[in-house]
């Protein structure tokens, strides 16, 4: 890497509960920091993932106060900008742009969720790439082109229209409008049309372009980047002013309250394998190529197919005999197993744990 990264900063965000992988993903080490498939916590594989792209010491992690502990085991020595509270992702990409303007007024800001798999990273890097270039003319999101009807994931449709000023062997498109999660009969209109994509939740950004754009739509919002940014340039920043910043900020992610009134808004096709693994169901499609089964720490199948075999650092051994079609993850204190196909309703455990006040199993 060299001078065309310069003003590159790449922001990781790790503050998902992940509560459709319990019980391996809890409050102390969530989704993020779980190793799911013996290649080290999906925070490590991110980070790993960005730095052919961004300098080490420009890439860095919003997160939750208390996952700071965790950061440091999954990533030692990285840079994490801890929350009091979660203001979903609005609050953090905030935070974010204060981070990058108190270091470089002239910063482009690539927003990544930690906990996502991505296939041909050599492919994700130069398309990674080619969004940084675009970003200085546009906000630019990622767009999966979608593989089947899927309702839970945000939609972007793209534009008829060819992008100006888009340099030469970037494939950018004009975004025409963002959907969230629609019904199964609109996604499936999404899908057959052609010109929808899947909103992968990655975006680069022109920071300071961006911070006005926010603040045109909520004054407020501008006010918190730039006291972020004004507080990280003085050695000021406090948990005490993160609270009082991010309190009074609406609950919800930067795709409604600010992408969606983006002037400039671009999409590049994520020509690459991606997954946001939101399930175990999920983590099993992403298995090893050719193996029948995913198979996780000290865990063994035998005799069967289609399982998610899981035993967690400190768990006793696992084996599963002559069974198809489970999914089965051991911890110290405690045992999940559910049919193949219902990993949505994982998360509904969690539920009823909390209602029972069974608070160490959180």
Request: aromatic letters at 8%; charged letters at 20%.
């Amino acid at each position: 890497m060299g001078p065309d990264n310069r003003g590159f900063f790449a922001a990781i965000l790790a503050g998902g509960a992940g509560t459709r992988f319990w019980p391996a993903s809890r409050r102390a080490t969530p989704k993020p920091f779980l190793d799911l498939f013996g290649r080290g916590p999906l925070v490590a594989l991110t980070r790993a993932r960005v730095a052919p792209v961004v300098e080490n010491d420009s890439i860095f992690f919003v997160l939750g106060e208390s996952l700071k502990p965790a950061l440091e085991k999954a990533c030692p020595g990285a840079v994490g900008i801890g929350e009091p509270i979660a203001r979903n992702t609005l609050g953090a990409v905030l935070i974010a742009l204060g981070h990058v303007l108190a270091h470089d007024p002239a910063g482009r800001l690539a927003i990544l969720p930690a906990d996502h798999v991505i296939g041909n990273e050599v492919r994700f890097q130069q398309t990674l790439r080619d969004a940084f270039v675009l970003a200085e003319r546009y906000v630019v999101t990622l767009g999966v082109r979608p593989s089947y009807a899927e309702t839970g994931y945000g939609y972007i449709k793209s534009d008829e229209r060819s992008l100006d000023h888009c340099p030469a062997g970037i494939n950018g498109l004009p975004v025409a409008e963002f959907t969230e999660k629609p019904d199964l009969a609109r996604a499936e209109q999404f899908v057959a049309g052609g010109s929808h994509f899947w909103n992968a939740g990655i975006f680069v950004l022109p920071a300071a372009r961006f911070t006005e754009i926010a603040r045109g739509v909520d004054p407020y919002f501008g006010e918190v980047v730039d006291r972020t940014a004004k507080a990280t340039r003085e050695g000021a920043l406090s948990q005490a002013l993160l609270q009082e910043l991010l309190e009074p900020l609406p609950n919800t992610n930067i795709d409604k309250a600010v992408m969606e009134h983006c002037p400039e808004l671009a999409v590049i096709p994520a020509d690459f394998p991606w997954s946001d693994v939101g399930t175990w169901d999920a983590a099993f499609d992403e298995r090893e190529r050719g193996a029948e089964n995913l198979v996780v720490g000290d865990s063994r199948v035998l005799g069967g197919t289609g399982n998610v075999a899981v035993s967690m650092n400190g768990a006793p051994a696992l084996v599963l005999q002559n069974v198809d079609d489970l999914i089965v993850v051991v911890t110290e204190d405690a045992v999940l197993v559910t049919r193949k196909g219902t990993g949505q309703e994982v998360g509904k455990v969690v539920d009823v744990l909390r209602k029972a006040g069974r608070d160490e199993l959180m």
